[in-house]
């Protein structure tokens, strides 16, 4: 919960500020994402390019901060479809499930996570960190064998950029198959049989609806 | 193979635009990559700026002759690295595991192939094709367990990503040992035991020599 400023200039500023790191997250979904000139930004933003320094020391600087913005949207996503779930390889699906389905439901937040690519998995936001905790734990209690956590990851997150780029180039499949296809052989490769794969992958998903 | 060029003046047309290309592939595997500028390719080419357009339209042109050229390379060494294997299951954990340990045998088609990025996966040249050929047979044969191909290949493309950037990122890691259980995992994923996964996956490497 972010404090409301005190004076009326403050809040101002506070509200130019919001307005600047919304215009970046904007243009991050966009093919342009970080190459966007800081005019771009401002005027988006409807604010005078003047006072983007008063805010940002760089265009790089302001672009940390949305990306950082969208990945944390991302893990409140991800905890959303995952609340009141007691199943570890459950958790893990339902994870894989909703991002690939990102594209339809927050096609924002999936073009970001593209954007960002592989740098996802060193930030201490979204859902790499989750994913991290959540295959340790998973692993940990026996339901998954993973041998190397980080190669988990990194698999995963390899696998749903793959699938996402197949979606993007072959228009006749379909999202929510792909996405539950893609977390049964995940779940294949953790240690599950073919059949309890596609059982766990197949529950029903409560896609997170947050903005 | 390639005509030799009749006269002198084709001989060094021929020379000419081979050594653009060369420049090119080099500059490929720098983080500079496709952002290099015309001058940057002459230089080191070692070739007027006014001949570049003897032989290309455009700098982009150029790109894609070098990045065939590359991912071409890429193909003929998984060739070599599978010649004589039978075990469908060998030939792939082969491919994997050669590609993974490029980073340090041959780090320039590496590089190149991070930065040709997930746009490999339609390349008509390089690994992704064969690999849907022989994902296709091993499917066909009763080796290995995959529905879709076109996704398997996609996550195992996603997988050598994400491992790649495990390990440029965690110097402790060992990179024939992580192209070993990669190669491993991903078996187990396409429905083969761990400890089968695992004996394929440590069978003796033809790790390719060719440049």
Known sequence: MQEIPATRLERRKARTRAALVDAACDLLATPQGTEARISDITNRADVGLGSFYNHFASKSELFEVAIS????????????????????????????????????????????????????????????????????????????????????????????????????????????????????????????TKSEAREVSRRPLNQPTLT
Do not use: W
């Open 69 to 192: 913005t969208v990945l944390e949207l991302h893990g409140r996503l991800f905890d959303e479809a995952c609340a009141g779930l007691d199943d570890p390889a459950e958790v893990f699906a339902a994870g894989v499930r909703m991002t690939l389905r990102m594209r339809v439901t927050h096609p924002k937040v999936a073009h970001t996570m593209i954007q960002v690519g592989f740098r996802y998995l060193d930030s201490p936001e979204g859902l790499a960190p989750r994913a991290y905790r959540d295959l340790e734990a998973a692993a940990a209690s026996g339901r998954l064998d993973i041998d190397n956590t980080a190669m988990a990851v990194a698999c995963t997150a390899g696998a749903l950029f793959g699938c996402i780029h197949l979606l993007e180039h072959d228009s006749s499949l379909d999202t929510d198959s792909v996405a539950d296809d893609l977390a049964a052989s995940l779940l294949t490769m953790f240690g599950l």
